[in-house]
């Protein structure tokens, strides 16, 4: 058995491994066909990464996220989409159902991931990063970590070459809209 000071230096290090990435490449995530991915695979590409629903009144940005991803993967962007079921049980499919979906509806070539959380004690660690490195802002300050939440289906990260994150965007910012693409311009360019 260990002893508590071991122990307590175990579940430290445990607690706060979701803080210590220094950037999104350090994460390993499960594509929607259940592979491990490495995110260190992207470095030197400029991210834009979007929690996704197949039911929700925001899901034809597939349609402009495929576009996007076709116009930008040879120029270096990468689309990564985690579907999520939090809002309004608005993606309550399987992985199978989910590709489908978005193969048969939008024809989704960008890469997509499991089923995950971007809220709560079960989010997954990677939009705990990214809600910390681009916390929402109230009149111009940053909100405390209780309000700094994913607000709902389609909330946008533009993530640099090096794994920092550039800018957040709103779920209904869409993500083709001039702001979006003006900051994935730059970090192109960069």
């Known amino acids: 058995m260990k002893s508590l000071p071991a122990l307590m230096i175990a579940l430290a290090t445990m607690t706060s491994?979701?803080?210590s990435a220094e950037t999104v490449h350090e994460f390993k995530m499960k594509?929607?066909?259940?592979?491990?991915?490495?995110l260190e695979r992207y470095k030197g590409k400029v991210l834009l990464i979007v929690n996704t629903a197949s039911e929700c009144g925001l899901t034809p940005q597939y349609?402009?996220?495929q576009a996007m991803h076709k116009e930008y993967k040879d120029k270096g962007l990468v689309i990564l989409g985690f579907p999520c079921n939090q809002f309004g049980q608005q993606e309550p499919g399987t992985a199978?159902?989910?590709s489908n979906f978005c193969q048969e509806n939008y024809g989704v070539e960008f890469s997509m991931f499991s089923k995950i959380d971007v809220n709560g004690e079960k989010q997954a660690p990677l939009y705990e990063y990214?809600?910390?490195?681009?916390?929402?802002?109230?009149?111009?300050?940053k909100v405390s970590a209780e309000k700094n939440v994913i607000r709902w289906n389609?909330?946008?990260?533009?993530v640099d070459k090096n794994g920092k994150v550039a800018e957040r965007f709103s779920p209904g910012t869409k993500p083709d809209s001039d702001e979006v693409l003006e900051v994935i311009r730059q970090e192109l360019a960069e």
């Open 154 to 158: 389609f909330e946008k990260f533009v």
């Open 17 to 19: 491994s979701t803080f």
């Open 130 to 141: 990214l809600k910390a490195e681009a916390p929402l802002k109230e009149n111009g300050k």
């Open 31 to 38: 594509s929607l066909k259940g592979e491990e991915v490495d």
């Open 96 to 98: 199978a159902e989910i």
């Open 63 to 65: 349609e402009q996220l």
